[in-house]
């Protein structure tokens, strides 16, 4: 009779291990649960896995990235079945049949066969953290006690699908401007290493003082061509040191205060973080999740420290008896008017409803802050490439203006 290794957790929150007989896992999991217990994972004992511990993808299951957007259609699809009264399990069987990317139908068989063996949806969730955030996994605890499984993934499929559009509205405005700075850092150095070193051999002849700006150009222009490997080396050092750096947290803190500070472009990421926060903390307030949950779990999708440290210190205040409008009104990055309408929201008992509307009055104004940036960055971009270009141009050409001192021999 095989031995199957079980992880279990009862009434009270405390959480057990042991190792069980049966004959498959079907009874091994009736046999934990017929005292209560909760099974949060179950395992054969021989197949060498441990319990709450994610399954090793075979190397051809690696090879092939799960992007959000499988994620999205996976909990889409997902929705609809449970939705419409097919059992979770089956629904896992049928989208793991009909999946054609190999690294995701390998997670929603094991997911299905981890409920199979009577671990619970959001447990069996846990095991891929990286693809079920803590917010995911919260959702499915709270549908699971509230019997709204199908209800609950369609809100969380709109929630992954604002937060993939608000994503591609922060990228879609930085793009154009960084593929402008690109293009003026690369005509710079090719001016620098092709066409002023010409203009070198014809000012060198006429043995005539340049002006200032085209001796400091030329000077530029030659150490960038004798020193081109310590230039080089410098530049990968201090990428490589920058990388290195903005990983650490005090790099993520400074990248962090950077973003939010920069001109034009620090207001539409303020409000980015504003609208993704206040959207996970709508969905949380709205399917019942507690308040406490809910702050910590927008901590910690906020995607920055600052915007992190608002919610956690609301956590505490509400912890200690104070409501979230007292504590928003104190916070710098909050707007005001978010703040009373919050403190609205819960005067009148309809916080679910407010936050709900707040959230979508900030994703609004983002979209509209998005479109004027972009609007703003076109022309000023072309101003400084033009000042960048032109300023070298205008450096080649002063010696040309007193021709009598340079050319006239």
Known sequence: MPSFAYQLRDAAGRSSNGVLNATDRTEASRLLRRDGHVVVALHEAGSGAVPGDAPVAS???????????DIIYFTTQLAVMVDTGVPLPEALDAIANQCDHPSLKKVVEDLSE??????EFSMALQSYPKLFNNLFVALMRASEASGTMGQMLQRVSEYMEQERDTRKQVKGALTYPACMLTFCILVVVAMML????????????KGAVLPLPTRILLGASNALISYWPVVVAGLLGAIVGGWFY???PAGKMKLDA???????LGSMYRKSYLARSLRTMATMVTTGVSMLDGLAITAQVAGNHYYAQIWTRLADAVKQGSTLSEELFECELMPRTISQMV???EKTGQLSMVMNRVAKFCEDDLRVSV???????????IIVMGMVIGGIAMALLLPVFSISKVVAH
């Open 246 to 248: 903005l990983r650490t």
């Open 258 to 264: 950077v973003r939010i500070h920069l001109p034009i």
């Open 114 to 119: 981890q409920v199979k063996g009577g671990v």
């Open 59 to 69: 190397p051809s299951a690696k090879k092939k990235r799960i992007k959000k957007d």
């Open 371 to 381: 479109k004027t940036v972009t609007t703003m960055i076109e022309p000023m971009m």
């Open 343 to 345: 403190a609205a929201g």
């Open 194 to 205: 092709f066409i002023l070193p010409r203009f070198e051999k014809i000012y060198s002849g």
